[in-house]
């Protein structure tokens, strides 16, 4: 986790989603496709930072969550909007396709 992305849980997810804009990367720690997309969403974390709220939510350790949005591969981005998703993207992004996905989002 870096400083600009939260770490959600099933515990904290819908407390922390229920308010403002939201993209959430879907990931775990053996996906190759997640490491190489992790540092792109940290770059958009840090670029968008007081716009929109990114965080991770680990699925080995979630499965809830992953479950209840039927997140069947990985990476995963959801992004929500006052606890409503407005989006969902599958696979690895590099950080313009991010920017573009949040943009299009909440516009």
């Given at each position: 986790?870096?400083e600009?992305t939260?770490?959600l849980t099933?515990?904290n ?38 716009k929109?709220n990114f965080?991770?939510v680990?699925v ?16 995963t ?15 690895a ?15």
């Amino acid at each position: 986790m870096s400083e600009n992305t939260t770490e959600l849980t099933e515990s904290n997810f819908d407390k922390e989603t229920k308010k403002g804009k939201w993209a959430i990367d879907f990931w775990a720690t053996w996906c190759g496709p997640c490491k190489i997309m992790a540092p792109n969403f940290d770059s958009a974390a840090k670029e968008l930072k007081g716009k929109v709220n990114f965080a991770k939510v680990n699925v080995d350790e979630n499965y809830e969550l992953a479950n209840k949005f039927k997140v069947m591969s990985i990476p995963t981005t959801i992004f929500i909007q006052d606890g409503e998703i407005v989006h969902a993207s599958v696979g690895a992004m590099n950080k313009e396709q991010i920017l573009e996905a949040v943009d299009n989002s909440f516009s």
